[in-house]
């Protein structure tokens, strides 16, 4: 079985600039993230690989979602993929709280390196305020569930998708 490429690219222009929408997505990847993994990867064994990232600069930003598959099995991880972001109505009050505390133990297990946190530190002059690493805690605390579900349904309105597959 050759292994191909699937990217997923989901782009919303000055998220970074929108500290809601920028907390309400790492709450929304975290839970995407275990959800996908699960069944995707372990439950229907679709990928060998499966990963998120967000990139953000001080104007835009945009959302990617890796799976290494097969040829074959693209349509249907696609499928799967948007199909998460629009049941989004599914996520609980109870997987945000899991989803929180996951991106908080992130934090500070990455904070545990001082190069990680002078990266981070840069990285928020240059497109927010560095201030903002020490109350990145609180502000994870303040996301809703309504907000959550709110930007993922709007992230899904408008996506493209890159195979890379070889001949």
Do not use: C, W
């Amino acid at each position: 079985m050759a292994e191909e490429e699937l990217r997923i690219f989901i782009q919303r222009e000055k998220i970074r600039t929108m500290k809601k929408d920028l907390r309400a997505l790492g709450e929304k990847e975290t839970q995407k993230k275990k959800e996908e993994i699960l069944e995707i990867r372990e439950k229907r064994g679709l990928a060998y690989a499966i990963r998120s990232s967000l990139e953000t600069e001080k104007h835009y930003s945009y959302y990617t979602i890796y799976v290494g598959t097969a040829k074959e099995s693209i349509p249907e991880v696609r499928s799967l993929i948007i199909e998460g972001f629009k049941n989004i109505d599914k996520m609980s009050q109870e997987d945000l709280k899991e989803a929180k505390e996951r991106l908080i133990g992130l934090k500070k297990v990455s904070s545990e390196e001082s190069v990680n946190v002078m990266n981070e530190l840069m990285f928020l002059e240059l497109t927010t305020k560095a201030e903002n690493y020490y109350t990145y805690e609180e502000d994870i605390n303040k996301v809703t569930l309504e907000e959550v579900k709110s930007l993922a349904k709007k992230m899904i309105k408008k996506y493209s998708t890159a195979a890379i597959v070889p001949k």
